[in-house]
Protein backbone atom coordinates (compact mmCIF):
# COMPACT_ATOMS: atom_id res chain seq x y z
CA UNK A 1 0.00 0.00 0.00
CA UNK A 2 3.16 2.11 0.93
CA UNK A 3 4.40 1.60 -2.08
CA UNK A 4 1.20 2.78 -4.12
CA UNK A 5 0.78 5.57 -2.61
CA UNK A 6 4.34 6.92 -3.26
CA UNK A 7 3.74 6.58 -6.81
CA UNK A 8 0.32 7.96 -7.00
CA UNK A 9 2.36 10.80 -5.58
CA UNK A 10 4.74 10.58 -7.67
CA UNK A 11 2.06 10.60 -10.38
CA UNK A 12 0.26 13.21 -9.62
CA UNK A 13 1.81 16.35 -7.64
CA UNK A 14 5.55 15.87 -7.65
CA UNK A 15 7.17 15.64 -9.86
CA UNK A 16 4.25 14.64 -12.22
CA UNK A 17 1.03 15.54 -13.02
CA UNK A 18 0.78 19.35 -11.16
CA UNK A 19 4.61 19.95 -10.88
CA UNK A 20 5.10 19.48 -14.67
CA UNK A 21 2.07 21.56 -14.88
CA UNK A 22 3.36 24.58 -13.70
CA UNK A 23 6.81 23.93 -14.43
CA UNK A 24 5.49 23.61 -18.32
CA UNK A 25 3.15 26.91 -17.93
CA UNK A 26 6.32 29.21 -16.71
CA UNK A 27 8.31 27.74 -19.27
CA UNK A 28 5.75 28.60 -22.05
CA UNK A 29 5.56 32.36 -20.46
CA UNK A 30 9.13 32.35 -21.26
CA UNK A 31 8.59 31.27 -24.79
CA UNK A 32 6.07 33.99 -25.37
CA UNK A 33 8.19 36.76 -23.38
CA UNK A 34 11.58 35.73 -25.34
CA UNK A 35 9.20 35.41 -28.71
CA UNK A 36 7.72 38.90 -27.63
CA UNK A 37 11.21 40.60 -26.88
CA UNK A 38 12.57 39.29 -30.08
CA UNK A 39 9.54 40.57 -31.92
CA UNK A 40 10.48 43.98 -30.13
CA UNK A 41 7.45 43.69 -27.97
CA UNK A 42 6.51 43.79 -24.57
CA UNK A 43 4.78 40.18 -24.34
CA UNK A 44 1.98 38.85 -22.21
CA UNK A 45 2.33 38.78 -18.51
CA UNK A 46 3.55 35.98 -16.22
CA UNK A 47 0.02 34.60 -15.32
CA UNK A 48 -0.75 34.46 -18.87
CA UNK A 49 -0.50 30.68 -19.58
CA UNK A 50 -2.26 29.98 -16.62
CA UNK A 51 -5.44 32.32 -17.51
CA UNK A 52 -5.32 30.50 -20.84
CA UNK A 53 -5.81 27.46 -19.32
CA UNK A 54 -8.74 28.40 -16.96
CA UNK A 55 -10.83 30.23 -19.60
CA UNK A 56 -10.35 27.55 -22.12
CA UNK A 57 -11.48 24.66 -19.20
CA UNK A 58 -14.75 26.75 -18.64
CA UNK A 59 -15.50 27.27 -22.02
CA UNK A 60 -18.35 25.46 -23.95
CA UNK A 61 -16.99 22.11 -25.38
CA UNK A 62 -18.82 21.88 -28.79
CA UNK A 63 -18.61 17.61 -30.59
CA UNK A 64 -18.83 18.53 -34.24
CA UNK A 65 -22.08 16.46 -36.03
CA UNK A 66 -20.01 14.65 -38.16
CA UNK A 67 -17.41 13.42 -35.65
CA UNK A 68 -16.55 9.98 -33.70
CA UNK A 69 -17.47 11.80 -30.88
CA UNK A 70 -16.15 9.40 -28.19
CA UNK A 71 -13.04 9.04 -29.26
CA UNK A 72 -13.12 12.90 -30.16
CA UNK A 73 -13.78 13.62 -26.00
CA UNK A 74 -11.71 10.43 -24.77
CA UNK A 75 -7.99 11.34 -27.07
CA UNK A 76 -7.10 14.55 -25.07
CA UNK A 77 -7.35 12.37 -21.96
CA UNK A 78 -5.10 9.67 -23.71
CA UNK A 79 -2.70 12.05 -24.87
CA UNK A 80 -2.50 14.34 -21.48
CA UNK A 81 -1.94 11.25 -19.09
CA UNK A 82 0.56 9.67 -21.51
CA UNK A 83 3.26 12.71 -21.54
CA UNK A 84 2.39 13.14 -17.71
CA UNK A 85 3.44 9.74 -16.98
CA UNK A 86 6.35 10.45 -19.31
CA UNK A 87 6.99 13.63 -17.74
CA UNK A 88 6.94 12.31 -14.17
CA UNK A 89 9.80 9.22 -15.11
CA UNK A 90 12.19 12.35 -16.95
CA UNK A 91 11.82 14.22 -14.00
CA UNK A 92 12.65 11.78 -11.47
CA UNK A 93 15.69 10.87 -13.05
CA UNK A 94 16.91 14.39 -13.50
CA UNK A 95 16.29 15.10 -10.40
CA UNK A 96 17.09 11.91 -8.62
CA UNK A 97 13.72 12.38 -6.57
CA UNK A 98 12.45 8.32 -6.13
CA UNK A 99 13.52 5.46 -8.40
CA UNK A 100 12.11 5.10 -11.84
CA UNK A 101 11.92 1.90 -13.26
CA UNK A 102 14.44 -0.56 -15.17
CA UNK A 103 14.38 0.18 -19.06
CA UNK A 104 12.15 3.69 -18.65
CA UNK A 105 14.52 5.39 -21.82
CA UNK A 106 12.08 2.95 -23.92
CA UNK A 107 8.95 3.84 -22.08
CA UNK A 108 9.83 7.30 -22.17
CA UNK A 109 10.35 7.13 -26.13
CA UNK A 110 6.68 5.35 -26.34
CA UNK A 111 5.35 7.53 -24.00
CA UNK A 112 6.60 10.34 -25.73
CA UNK A 113 4.86 9.36 -29.28
CA UNK A 114 1.39 9.13 -27.86
CA UNK A 115 0.45 12.32 -27.73
CA UNK A 116 1.24 12.95 -31.13
CA UNK A 117 -0.52 9.47 -32.12
CA UNK A 118 -4.08 11.12 -30.10
CA UNK A 119 -3.43 14.12 -31.53
CA UNK A 120 -3.24 12.48 -35.24
CA UNK A 121 -6.35 10.20 -34.50
CA UNK A 122 -8.40 13.29 -32.63
CA UNK A 123 -7.86 14.96 -36.26
CA UNK A 124 -9.45 12.29 -37.97
CA UNK A 125 -12.06 11.76 -35.55
CA UNK A 126 -13.24 14.98 -36.20
CA UNK A 127 -14.05 14.87 -39.57
CA UNK A 128 -12.59 17.82 -40.99
CA UNK A 129 -10.76 18.03 -44.48
CA UNK A 130 -8.37 20.20 -42.71
CA UNK A 131 -7.79 18.01 -39.42
CA UNK A 132 -7.34 15.10 -41.60
CA UNK A 133 -4.62 17.18 -43.64
CA UNK A 134 -2.89 18.06 -40.47
CA UNK A 135 -3.25 14.27 -38.78
CA UNK A 136 -1.62 13.47 -42.17
CA UNK A 137 1.26 15.82 -41.60
CA UNK A 138 1.95 15.02 -37.99
CA UNK A 139 2.11 11.49 -39.27
CA UNK A 140 4.96 12.02 -41.51
CA UNK A 141 6.77 14.34 -39.01
CA UNK A 142 6.81 11.43 -36.23
CA UNK A 143 7.91 8.94 -38.50
CA UNK A 144 10.55 11.16 -40.15
CA UNK A 145 11.83 12.68 -36.78
CA UNK A 146 11.59 9.56 -34.35
CA UNK A 147 14.18 7.31 -36.61
CA UNK A 148 17.78 10.14 -35.86
CA UNK A 149 15.83 10.90 -32.37
CA UNK A 150 15.95 7.20 -31.23
CA UNK A 151 19.73 6.88 -32.97
CA UNK A 152 20.42 10.00 -30.72
CA UNK A 153 19.70 8.56 -27.74
CA UNK A 154 21.33 5.69 -28.43
CA UNK A 155 24.51 7.39 -28.53
CA UNK A 156 24.10 8.26 -24.92
CA UNK A 157 23.11 4.59 -24.16
CA UNK A 158 26.47 3.23 -25.71
CA UNK A 159 28.92 5.73 -23.96
CA UNK A 160 31.96 4.49 -22.93
CA UNK A 161 35.18 6.31 -21.23
CA UNK A 162 38.55 5.66 -19.28
CA UNK A 163 38.38 6.91 -15.50
CA UNK A 164 41.28 5.70 -13.75
CA UNK A 165 42.38 3.32 -16.39
CA UNK A 166 39.66 1.45 -15.60
CA UNK A 167 36.85 1.69 -18.93
CA UNK A 168 32.95 2.49 -17.73
CA UNK A 169 29.97 1.69 -19.98
CA UNK A 170 27.00 3.44 -19.78
CA UNK A 171 25.20 0.56 -21.23
CA UNK A 172 21.88 1.40 -20.02
CA UNK A 173 18.47 1.96 -20.61
CA UNK A 174 17.90 3.54 -17.81
CA UNK A 175 17.78 7.43 -17.35
CA UNK A 176 19.21 7.08 -13.87
CA UNK A 177 22.01 4.92 -14.74
CA UNK A 178 22.87 7.31 -17.78
CA UNK A 179 23.01 10.44 -15.38
CA UNK A 180 24.75 8.16 -12.62
CA UNK A 181 27.59 7.60 -16.06
CA UNK A 182 27.64 10.94 -16.65
CA UNK A 183 28.32 11.68 -12.69
CA UNK A 184 31.81 9.76 -13.01
CA UNK A 185 32.82 10.10 -16.56
CA UNK A 186 31.30 13.89 -17.44
CA UNK A 187 28.79 15.01 -19.32
CA UNK A 188 28.12 13.57 -22.87
CA UNK A 189 27.62 16.55 -24.48
CA UNK A 190 31.68 17.38 -23.54
CA UNK A 191 32.97 14.38 -26.26
CA UNK A 192 32.35 14.48 -29.90
CA UNK A 193 30.29 11.92 -30.67
CA UNK A 194 27.60 13.09 -27.56
CA UNK A 195 27.83 16.88 -29.14
CA UNK A 196 27.14 15.74 -32.67
CA UNK A 197 23.79 13.38 -30.97
CA UNK A 198 22.76 16.45 -28.53
CA UNK A 199 22.68 18.80 -32.05
CA UNK A 200 20.36 15.33 -33.63
CA UNK A 201 18.49 15.75 -30.42
CA UNK A 202 17.70 19.12 -30.06
CA UNK A 203 16.33 19.57 -33.69
CA UNK A 204 14.09 16.64 -33.31
CA UNK A 205 12.74 17.90 -29.99
CA UNK A 206 11.78 20.78 -31.69
CA UNK A 207 9.83 18.86 -34.19
CA UNK A 208 8.52 16.86 -31.52
CA UNK A 209 7.41 19.86 -29.62
CA UNK A 210 5.79 21.08 -32.87
CA UNK A 211 7.45 24.82 -33.19
CA UNK A 212 8.03 26.61 -36.34
CA UNK A 213 9.95 25.69 -38.27
CA UNK A 214 8.62 22.33 -37.93
CA UNK A 215 4.98 23.60 -37.03
CA UNK A 216 3.49 22.32 -40.48
CA UNK A 217 0.98 19.92 -38.57
CA UNK A 218 -0.74 23.15 -37.15
CA UNK A 219 0.23 25.60 -39.33
CA UNK A 220 -2.66 28.67 -38.05
CA UNK A 221 -2.45 30.61 -41.03
CA UNK A 222 -2.37 27.82 -43.92
CA UNK A 223 -4.87 24.98 -42.17
CA UNK A 224 -5.88 26.69 -39.17
CA UNK A 225 -4.45 24.54 -36.29
CA UNK A 226 -4.83 21.63 -38.34
CA UNK A 227 -5.70 18.52 -36.30
CA UNK A 228 -6.79 20.72 -33.47
CA UNK A 229 -8.91 22.54 -35.48
CA UNK A 230 -12.26 21.47 -34.34
CA UNK A 231 -11.52 20.79 -30.50
CA UNK A 232 -12.71 23.79 -28.21
CA UNK A 233 -13.23 24.46 -24.73
CA UNK A 234 -11.88 21.58 -22.26
CA UNK A 235 -10.80 19.41 -24.64
CA UNK A 236 -8.69 21.89 -26.33
CA UNK A 237 -7.32 23.14 -22.82
CA UNK A 238 -6.21 19.32 -22.38
CA UNK A 239 -4.47 19.20 -25.76
CA UNK A 240 -2.61 22.79 -24.25
CA UNK A 241 -2.14 21.34 -21.20
CA UNK A 242 -0.42 18.32 -23.39
CA UNK A 243 2.09 20.61 -25.41
CA UNK A 244 2.72 22.48 -21.75
CA UNK A 245 4.16 18.87 -19.66
CA UNK A 246 5.52 18.15 -23.18
CA UNK A 247 7.57 21.55 -23.39
CA UNK A 248 8.32 20.68 -19.42
CA UNK A 249 9.63 17.53 -20.52
CA UNK A 250 11.85 17.53 -23.92
CA UNK A 251 14.65 19.87 -22.57
CA UNK A 252 14.75 18.29 -19.37
CA UNK A 253 15.24 15.00 -21.36
CA UNK A 254 17.72 16.51 -23.32
CA UNK A 255 19.83 17.79 -20.01
CA UNK A 256 19.23 14.68 -18.09
CA UNK A 257 20.45 12.16 -21.42
CA UNK A 258 23.48 14.51 -22.59
CA UNK A 259 24.06 17.08 -20.23
CA UNK A 260 24.35 15.03 -16.47
CA UNK A 261 21.11 15.88 -14.93
CA UNK A 262 20.88 17.93 -11.63
CA UNK A 263 24.43 17.74 -9.76
CA UNK A 264 24.09 17.78 -5.78
CA UNK A 265 23.33 21.46 -3.94
CA UNK A 266 22.22 24.46 -4.29
CA UNK A 267 24.85 25.07 -6.79
CA UNK A 268 23.95 22.06 -8.81
CA UNK A 269 19.98 23.10 -8.81
CA UNK A 270 20.91 26.58 -10.04
CA UNK A 271 22.61 24.72 -13.05
CA UNK A 272 20.73 22.08 -13.82
CA UNK A 273 17.69 25.39 -14.22
CA UNK A 274 20.31 27.39 -16.04
CA UNK A 275 20.78 24.57 -18.59
CA UNK A 276 16.76 23.91 -18.66
CA UNK A 277 16.49 27.80 -19.62
CA UNK A 278 19.30 27.79 -21.67
CA UNK A 279 17.92 25.23 -24.10
CA UNK A 280 14.63 26.97 -24.18
CA UNK A 281 15.77 29.80 -25.04
CA UNK A 282 17.46 27.85 -28.06
CA UNK A 283 14.38 26.77 -28.99
CA UNK A 284 12.57 29.81 -28.71
CA UNK A 285 15.46 31.61 -30.94
CA UNK A 286 15.47 29.10 -33.77
CA UNK A 287 11.22 28.97 -33.79
CA UNK A 288 11.79 33.00 -34.35
CA UNK A 289 14.02 32.59 -37.24
CA UNK A 290 13.27 30.21 -39.42
CA UNK A 291 10.33 30.30 -41.85
CA UNK A 292 7.67 27.04 -41.87
CA UNK A 293 9.22 23.92 -44.16
CA UNK A 294 7.22 21.57 -46.31
CA UNK A 295 6.23 18.45 -45.59
CA UNK A 296 8.89 17.39 -47.59
CA UNK A 297 11.51 19.25 -46.85
CA UNK A 298 11.07 18.14 -43.17
CA UNK A 299 11.33 14.66 -44.23
CA UNK A 300 14.29 14.70 -46.19
CA UNK A 301 15.97 17.04 -43.60
CA UNK A 302 15.83 13.99 -41.12
CA UNK A 303 15.77 11.46 -43.07
CA UNK A 304 18.90 13.05 -44.64
CA UNK A 305 21.47 15.12 -43.22
CA UNK A 306 19.99 14.64 -39.72
CA UNK A 307 19.88 10.44 -40.01
CA UNK A 308 23.76 10.82 -41.29
CA UNK A 309 25.10 13.07 -38.30
CA UNK A 310 23.39 11.25 -35.64
CA UNK A 311 24.56 7.61 -37.51
CA UNK A 312 28.16 9.34 -37.53
CA UNK A 313 27.96 10.10 -33.47
CA UNK A 314 26.73 6.50 -33.11
CA UNK A 315 30.38 5.17 -34.66
CA UNK A 316 32.38 7.94 -33.21
CA UNK A 317 30.49 6.50 -29.81
CA UNK A 318 31.23 3.10 -30.64
CA UNK A 319 35.32 3.99 -31.47
CA UNK A 320 35.05 5.33 -27.55
CA UNK A 321 35.20 9.02 -29.21
CA UNK B 1 -24.50 34.82 -23.21
CA UNK B 2 -26.37 33.74 -20.07
CA UNK B 3 -22.94 31.62 -19.24
CA UNK B 4 -21.08 34.15 -18.69
CA UNK B 5 -23.62 35.37 -15.92
CA UNK B 6 -23.79 31.76 -14.51
CA UNK B 7 -20.12 30.95 -14.73
CA UNK B 8 -18.12 31.36 -11.24
CA UNK B 9 -16.15 34.44 -11.15
CA UNK B 10 -12.67 32.19 -11.55
CA UNK B 11 -13.69 31.51 -15.20
CA UNK B 12 -15.17 35.09 -15.86
CA UNK B 13 -11.76 36.89 -14.70
CA UNK B 14 -9.75 34.33 -16.90
CA UNK B 15 -12.10 34.83 -19.49
CA UNK B 16 -11.41 38.80 -19.48
CA UNK B 17 -7.67 38.15 -19.37
CA UNK B 18 -7.12 36.04 -22.12
CA UNK B 19 -9.87 37.01 -24.98
CA UNK B 20 -8.62 35.27 -28.48
CA UNK B 21 -9.71 36.75 -31.69
CA UNK B 22 -10.78 35.12 -34.90
CA UNK B 23 -10.90 37.58 -37.76
CA UNK B 24 -13.65 37.57 -40.12
CA UNK B 25 -13.42 40.13 -43.41
CA UNK B 26 -16.88 40.20 -45.12
CA UNK B 27 -16.33 41.23 -48.20
CA UNK B 28 -14.74 45.15 -46.91
CA UNK B 29 -12.47 46.81 -48.92
CA UNK B 30 -9.18 45.70 -46.23
CA UNK B 31 -8.22 48.89 -44.66
CA UNK B 32 -9.98 47.91 -41.70
CA UNK B 33 -8.08 43.89 -41.69
CA UNK B 34 -5.02 46.15 -41.81
CA UNK B 35 -5.76 47.98 -38.93
CA UNK B 36 -6.63 44.64 -36.87
CA UNK B 37 -2.87 43.65 -37.94
CA UNK B 38 -1.47 46.63 -36.51
CA UNK B 39 -2.53 46.30 -33.70
CA UNK B 40 -0.61 43.09 -33.07
CA UNK B 41 2.69 45.28 -34.17
CA UNK B 42 5.04 46.52 -31.62
CA UNK B 43 3.56 49.62 -31.05
CA UNK B 44 0.22 48.37 -29.78
CA UNK B 45 1.02 44.49 -28.75
CA UNK B 46 -2.15 43.30 -27.55
CA UNK B 47 -0.68 40.31 -26.59
CA UNK B 48 -0.01 42.51 -23.22
CA UNK B 49 -3.50 41.70 -22.89
CA UNK B 50 -3.48 38.41 -23.19
CA UNK B 51 -5.18 38.93 -27.20
CA UNK B 52 -3.99 36.33 -28.96
CA UNK B 53 -5.28 36.05 -32.72
CA UNK B 54 -6.32 32.39 -33.36
CA UNK B 55 -6.93 30.28 -36.58
CA UNK B 56 -10.43 28.68 -36.01
CA UNK B 57 -13.34 29.94 -34.49
CA UNK B 58 -13.50 26.99 -32.28
CA UNK B 59 -10.81 28.18 -30.20
CA UNK B 60 -12.27 31.85 -30.27
CA UNK B 61 -13.95 34.27 -27.97
CA UNK B 62 -14.23 37.32 -29.86
CA UNK B 63 -15.31 37.52 -33.37
CA UNK B 64 -14.12 40.68 -35.10
CA UNK B 65 -16.13 41.39 -38.24
CA UNK B 66 -14.93 43.78 -40.68
CA UNK B 67 -16.97 45.14 -43.86
CA UNK B 68 -20.64 44.71 -45.08
CA UNK B 69 -21.90 41.07 -44.96
CA UNK B 70 -22.17 40.34 -49.12
CA UNK B 71 -25.02 37.69 -49.92
CA UNK B 72 -22.14 35.29 -50.77
CA UNK B 73 -20.79 36.12 -47.05
CA UNK B 74 -24.15 35.72 -45.49
CA UNK B 75 -23.80 31.90 -44.93
CA UNK B 76 -20.45 31.35 -43.69
CA UNK B 77 -20.57 34.01 -41.48
CA UNK B 78 -23.29 32.20 -39.70
CA UNK B 79 -21.85 29.34 -39.54
CA UNK B 80 -18.01 30.47 -38.07
CA UNK B 81 -20.36 32.13 -35.58
CA UNK B 82 -22.25 28.99 -34.71
CA UNK B 83 -18.92 27.16 -35.07
CA UNK B 84 -17.84 29.44 -31.61
CA UNK B 85 -18.44 28.09 -28.42
CA UNK B 86 -20.20 29.51 -25.76
CA UNK B 87 -19.37 32.28 -23.91
CA UNK B 88 -18.78 34.26 -27.35
CA UNK B 89 -18.94 38.20 -28.68
CA UNK B 90 -18.49 39.71 -32.02
CA UNK B 91 -16.47 43.29 -32.59
CA UNK B 92 -18.09 45.52 -35.56
CA UNK B 93 -14.98 46.71 -36.60
CA UNK B 94 -15.14 49.87 -39.09
CA UNK B 95 -18.17 52.21 -40.58
CA UNK B 96 -19.68 49.42 -42.92
CA UNK B 97 -19.72 46.61 -40.28
CA UNK B 98 -21.12 49.26 -38.35
CA UNK B 99 -24.17 50.81 -40.51
CA UNK B 100 -22.89 49.39 -43.82
CA UNK B 101 -21.03 52.88 -44.94
CA UNK B 102 -21.20 53.82 -48.56
CA UNK B 103 -22.88 50.50 -48.97
CA UNK B 104 -25.91 50.96 -47.83
CA UNK B 105 -29.09 50.49 -49.89
CA UNK B 106 -26.42 48.40 -52.69
CA UNK B 107 -28.04 45.37 -53.98
CA UNK B 108 -24.93 42.97 -53.43
CA UNK B 109 -25.15 42.99 -49.45
CA UNK B 110 -27.50 41.32 -46.89
CA UNK B 111 -27.00 43.72 -44.14
CA UNK B 112 -25.00 44.78 -41.51
CA UNK B 113 -23.01 42.27 -39.87
CA UNK B 114 -24.95 42.17 -36.20
CA UNK B 115 -28.37 41.85 -38.17
CA UNK B 116 -26.93 38.94 -39.54
CA UNK B 117 -25.64 37.52 -36.59
CA UNK B 118 -28.72 37.97 -35.06
CA UNK B 119 -31.02 36.36 -37.99
CA UNK B 120 -29.11 33.05 -36.17
CA UNK B 121 -28.32 33.88 -32.49
CA UNK B 122 -30.87 36.81 -31.46
CA UNK B 123 -28.66 36.89 -28.11
CA UNK B 124 -25.54 38.00 -29.94
CA UNK B 125 -23.14 40.60 -27.83
CA UNK B 126 -21.70 42.78 -30.13
CA UNK B 127 -19.78 45.67 -29.79
CA UNK B 128 -18.94 48.81 -32.53
CA UNK B 129 -15.87 50.46 -33.57
CA UNK B 130 -16.56 53.14 -35.32
CA UNK B 131 -14.15 54.87 -37.97
CA UNK B 132 -13.18 54.56 -41.63
CA UNK B 133 -10.84 52.82 -40.62
CA UNK B 134 -10.36 52.88 -36.80
CA UNK B 135 -7.61 54.07 -35.46
CA UNK B 136 -5.20 51.15 -33.75
CA UNK B 137 -6.01 52.37 -30.25
CA UNK B 138 -10.06 52.15 -31.25
CA UNK B 139 -10.06 48.82 -31.81
CA UNK B 140 -8.20 48.20 -28.76
CA UNK B 141 -10.79 50.86 -26.39
CA UNK B 142 -13.03 48.47 -28.48
CA UNK B 143 -12.39 45.42 -26.96
CA UNK B 144 -11.27 46.79 -23.40
CA UNK B 145 -14.74 47.87 -23.45
CA UNK B 146 -16.17 45.02 -23.95
CA UNK B 147 -14.63 42.79 -21.55
CA UNK B 148 -15.46 45.04 -19.11
CA UNK B 149 -18.72 44.64 -19.80
CA UNK B 150 -18.44 41.20 -19.84
Known sequence: MGEITEWVFFFLIFPGMLFAVFVGLAMSWVDRKVTALVQWRKGPPVSQPLWDVIKLLGKEVIVPAQSWAAGFLALPFVAFSAVAVAGTFVWMAATGFGAPPLGDLIVVLYLLTVPTLAVILGGAASGNPLGAVGASRDMKLLLAYELPFVIALLVAVFQERVVDEATIHAGTLSLSGIVEFQQTAGSIIARPSGFLAFLVAIFCAHAKLGFVPFDLAEAECEIGEGALLEYSGAALGLFKLTQTVLLATMPVLLVTVFWGGMGPGFWGVLAFVGKIVLILVLFVLIKNTNPRVRIDQAMRFFWGPMTIVALLALLLAQLGL | ?150
Open chain 2, 1 to 150: MAEATTSPSLFLKALKKSPWVFHVGTSGCNNCDIEIADCLTPRFDVERFGVKLVGSPRHADVMLITGPVSQACRAPLQQAWLEMPRPRAAVMVGACACSMGAYKDAYSVAGPPDKVLREVDPDARCVYVPGCPPKPETIVMGIVKLLGAL
